[in-house]
């Protein structure tokens, strides 16, 4: 099925600001059978405490609980306005967050009754002074919080990966995300910081790890191509070593634009025939 598992919309306060329906537009314009809304849910009013870093990578992160009625409200106008000529889901795109997963938990037993698909990020983990820093908040932030990682790329790997299988085995409850989402984020910079080597064996052993739990918790992987048009990045997400070891498992890969903006909507949708063997 042509689809986008993976957009956002106006809401998200480090988007563009530009209209979802007119992202709706595009996608169906461009023949998609499936668009899933997934915009980036509440933190924790306490995370801060925990949150060392760039005040903007916590201010403009997710959406508030203020906006929850209008996105609700927004979205699901949407799905009734449109839904003949596409299927709409709505879903949130939720940070795990190390030591938070009662709020996380209860937030999707809230919610996760409105929703189809979700998916399952990490954009923080610990890091310098045992505080959680963004992961893809800009070069400066990623250096003052991974400092003493990011000249071992290895090393770094190590934290993230330990991090996503965390967040894999984390009891998140009944409506726990089903996709998880940019499983190779952590290279967001990797240009600018020398991080392009391929995993070594004892990443690569830990990754099997997450793809084995992965596919027996019947979960997907999201497929997702704004790596490459991110100018120091230049490679999609999880990238070629962890979608080959996902293709041998057979876990179902969800192709995600993580649009932010109209024309990102389908953005490298046709490189999937490339990307992925049949």
């Known amino acids: 099925m042509l689809m986008d598992g993976h957009t956002h919309t106006e809401l998200c306060p480090h988007g563009s600001g530009e209209p979802l ?10 023949g998609l059978k499936k668009y899933c809304i997934t915009e980036h849910a509440p933190l924790p009013p306490d995370f801060k405490n925990s949150y060392q870093g ?44 190390e030591g938070f997963e009662d709020f996380t938990k209860t937030f999707l ?6 929703t189809q698909e979700n998916i399952l990020s990490v954009h923080f983990m610990k890091g310098t002074n045992n505080k959680f820093w963004c992961v893809d908040n800009g070069v400066e932030d990623f250096e003052n919080g991974f400092e003493s990682y990011i000249k071992n790329p290895q090393k770094i790997f190590k934290l993230y990966y330990q991090t996503i299988q965390k967040s894999v085995e984390a009891d998140l409850g009944k409506y726990a995300p089903q996709r998880i989402g940019h499983m190779s984020l952590v290279r967001k910079y990797q240009d ?15 990754v099997n790890d997450i793809l084995s739990k992965i596919k027996r918790q019947d979960r997907q992987l999201d497929l997702n191509l704004a ?12 990238g070629k070593q962890i979608l080959n070891l996902a293709q041998k498992l057979s876990i179902p890969l969800v192709y995600g634009s993580d649009a932010h903006d109209i024309e990102s909507v389908g953005r490298g949708i046709h490189l999937l025939k490339t990307l992925i063997n049949y």
């Open 109 to 114: 037993d809230e919610y996760g009754p409105r």
């Open 227 to 238: 790596g490459l048009y991110k100018p120091l990045c230049n490679d999609f997400y999880p």
């Open 54 to 97: 760039s005040k903007s990578g916590i201010d403009e992160a997710s959406i508030s609980f203020d906006d929850l009625p209008r996105y609700f409200a927004l979205t699901e106008k949407m799905q009734k306005k449109y839904g003949d000529e596409i299927d709409i889901t709505i879903g949130f795109e939720v940070d795990y967050l």
């Open 192 to 206: 600018y910081f020398n991080l392009t080597e391929d995993l070594d064996d004892n990443n690569l052993k830990l």
């Open 21 to 30: 329906e007119k992202m709706i537009l595009r996608a169906i314009h461009m």
